[in-house]
């Protein structure tokens, strides 16, 4: 089944403890992104990728770092977690960019930092 | 920053009632407007991608469509059932995926 998967779905951490959330999509994508969504905001774009080692920043990447060394995998790096990391997190994909693809969601990481 | 607006923010509405929500732009500078379905719980599913002025598509009871130059895209829900209720989010696509915050539609029996 074509999917985008996310690990862990629901993580409870302390401030300052690093994490990592997976991100894994099975149908050969070169685009992968990843977003926030808090409440009254629209998802916001954290970082994205082109392709296998090409990333950049989205709008609101402070505090977040990733890594793009397979095609398939986009993990999302909090090295310091604060508070204001609290959020719903979505990677997503699409087989590339530039003319309109469809993203791909994955199933979202409910993230609260305390 | 492009704002991507979506309204209203939410609606209840009965069985069987049609609807629709209206997501607005300040820009025709873009290559296609995304619909998406989010259910709670789940991701965001694309309804539609929509590419030109006077753009049309339709999936079931489900329509949307597209003006650029008035900066403004309509989605048309015909006949709403409890299983339509999500929040539906439009994006526009340029050189990143900009989403406005959503239409929360719930639709009781």
């Known amino acids: 089944e074509a999917q985008v998967t996310q690990n862990p779905r629901y993580l409870i951490t302390v401030t300052g403890k690093k994490l990592t959330v997976t991100c894994s999509q099975n149908?050969?994508?070169?685009?992968m992104s990843w977003y926030r969504q808090d409440p009254g905001l629209g998802l916001r774009q954290i970082y994205y990728?082109?392709?296998?080692?090409v990333t950049d920043k989205g709008d609101v990447p402070e505090g977040y770092k990733v890594s793009r060394k397979e095609k398939r995998n986009f993990p999302l790096i909090l090295e310091s977690p604060s508070p204001n990391q609290t959020s719903l997190y979505f990677c997503?994909?699409?087989?590339?960019w530039g003319t309109g693809e469809t993203q791909y969601f994955g199933p979202g990481t409910r993230l609260l930092v305390l | 920053i492009l704002n991507v607006e979506q309204s209203p923010q939410s609606l209840h509405v009965q069985e069987g009632d049609s609807t629709n929500f209206t997501c607005s732009f300040p820009s025709s500078n873009f290559y296609a407007l995304h619909w998406y379905r989010w259910e709670t719980a789940k991701s965001p599913e694309a309804l539609f991608v929509m590419t030109l002025n006077g753009d049309e598509k339709k999936k079931g009871r489900i329509s949307a469509t597209l003006n650029t130059k008035e900066g403004y895209s309509y989605l048309y829900i015909k006949g709403s059932q409890p299983e339509d209720s999500a929040t539906y989010l439009c994006a526009l696509y340029t050189d990143k995926l900009i989403f406005g915050t959503g239409t929360r539609l719930q639709v009781f029996p």
């Open positions: 149908m050969n994508h070169e685009y």
């Open positions: 990728s082109m392709n296998v080692e």
């Open positions: 997503a994909s699409s087989l590339f």
